[in-house]
């Protein structure tokens, strides 16, 4: 069953999938200036330690759902509950799943394709192509549905092609890209003046900040959007992994791959910044807080750039080609998780519930760009901030409560004959039955009320 609905040919190929999925915006452009205004290397702690205790449990939640079921996360939930009550709870929460993952992807889309479009302003600009450079670069309406639309083109002929020819090849393409890309802009920026002392605002510690506790818990928010959580994106990976795999161990890997790509993009955000202001670019607010968000990206790193001559405009196309990579490896996987419900539920062939969905989530964006200043930050606030932590919430509760115990270990047995004796055994089904939920709701309460 698991070979004729799609499975990840190698560990290597599931690790990067999963891996691209995980990073993406959040990791290059979020978590870099995230720690610079909260403490540094006290946030980055705070970050490593979180991921590590509570996003990567949770992420093992759903890789074991997921390859338990071989199924999409409607069906999973429902499998792995005998009660009629829950087995109905579980299809709803699949079902708001992929809904919220198909809204994800339809502020994602939107942001891609500016990068996307920033991108081929930089080459307009190599060409001397000038006014044609300033139009890619002017947020009109038709730019900014048109470059939407391309890059969910392309997240649509990648999802077609189905799990190994589409998702685990480009991915495993597309990876060792983006981190080759991203290290030798770590390195060139190195060589620039004013670098060092962006890295010393990384990397000096400054605890009374980081240890606050609504600074925690926003460091656990940024961990679970960064490692995909609470969507049924990596339970839908985890049910393409096949049963010889050892889960513990790849749910280790994505996991570290995902943080080193996000403490390495600090290495390149936070230096990037302090040359800019090196070479006269305000990089402060009015309120003297570090400019972080869509103007760091779309205003103070242009503006870098063009200090910097013919070199800058080099820069600035490999700059926003790492952004479209790490956003098109991680849109796939937002695709699949609705796509995957639909061919598993409907019976819809692969190549039409693809188009259909992608053109669905394609008219959603537009709608959102028609009414950016009601819709773009709503979309993105209910999404990560409110139903990605309840979600993780409910895949905790099936993991660690619904699912006989036993029944876990025998799944996770499959690719591990020994876990019962090792370390993960012992600490992880008590952490995804107490501290995970705990935590999340925690994390929810604050979103509301703090
Ligand atoms: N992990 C992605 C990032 O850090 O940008 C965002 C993401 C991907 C969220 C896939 C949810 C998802 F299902």
């Known amino acids: 069953m698991a070979s004729s609905r799609g499975e990840f040919s190698s560990r290597f190929g599931f690790v990067m999938a999963a891996a691209g999925s995980a990073v993406g915006l959040g990791n290059i452009w979020g978590f870099p200036t995230q720690a610079a205004s909260n403490g540094g290397a006290a946030f980055l702690l705070v970050y490593l330690v979180l991921a590590f205790t509570l996003a990567y449990p ?32 579980g299809a709803t929460v699949g079902i708001i799943g992929f809904i919220v993952a198909s809204l994800i992807l339809s502020f994602y889309a939107i942001v891609a394709g500016w990068m996307i479009a920033f991108c081929l302003s930089s080459l307009a600009q190599l060409f001397g192509m000038q006014d044609f450079a300033q139009w890619l670069v002017s947020f009109g309406m038709p730019r900014n549905i048109l470059f939407m639309c391309a890059f969910m083109v392309m997240t649509v002929a ?17 990876m060792p890209l983006l981190l080759v890309t991203l290290v030798l802009l770590v390195l060139y920026v190195f060589t620039l003046d004013g670098a060092m002392e962006g890295l010393k605002v990384y990397l000096l510690p400054d605890f009374d900040r980081a240890l606050s506790p609504k600074l ?55 230096p990037a910044m302090y040359v800019a202001l090196h070479n006269g670019v305000e990089i402060y607010t009015a309120t003297g807080a570090l400019i972080s968000e869509d ?75 028609l009414n950016f200043e009601t819709l773009f930050g709503l979309v993105i ?37 020994e876990v019962e004796h090792s370390l993960f055994w012992k600490i992880w089904p008590g952490y995804v039955r107490f501290v995970c939920p705990v935590i999340i709701l925690a994390i929810f309460a604050q979103s509301l009320w703090g």
């Open 295 to 369: 103007t760091l990206i779309f205003t103070v790193l242009p503006e870098l750039f063009k200090t910097m001559g013919l070199a800058g405009i080099v820069v600035s196309f490999t700059f926003f080609f790492l952004m479209a990579i790490a956003a098109l490896t991680s849109s796939i996987s937002m695709l699949e998780v609705p796509v995957a419900y639909v061919i598993e539920e409907h019976g819809l062939g692969r190549k039409l519930a693809v188009c259909t969905i992608g053109a669905a989530i394609a008219v959603t964006s537009a709608t959102i760009l």
């Open 216 to 270: 925690i818990i926003a460091a656990m928010g940024s961990a679970f959007f960064s490692l995909s959580l609470g969507v049924g994106t990596m339970l839908i990976y985890g049910s393409y992994i096949s049963d010889e795999e050892n889960l513990p161990v790849v749910g280790g890997l994505v996991t570290l791959v995902d943080i080193s790509i996000a403490v390495l993009a600090g290495f390149l955000v936070l």
């Open 58 to 89: 949770a992420l093992m939640a759903e890789l074991i759902i997921g390859r338990h079921a071989h199924a999409n996360a409607v069906n999973a939930l429902r499998m792995v509950s005998s009660a009629p009550i829950s087995r109905n709870i």
């Open 381 to 417: 606030a209910f999404t990560t901030r409110y139903s990605q932590p309840l979600l993780g919430f409910m895949f905790c509760i099936y993991a660690g409560w619904v699912w006989h115990r036993d029944k876990v270990l025998q799944e996770v047995r499959k690719g591990s004959p």
């Open 158 to 174: 990648i999802i077609s092609a189905g799990v190994r020819d589409g998702i685990e090849r480009w991915s495993a393409r597309l």
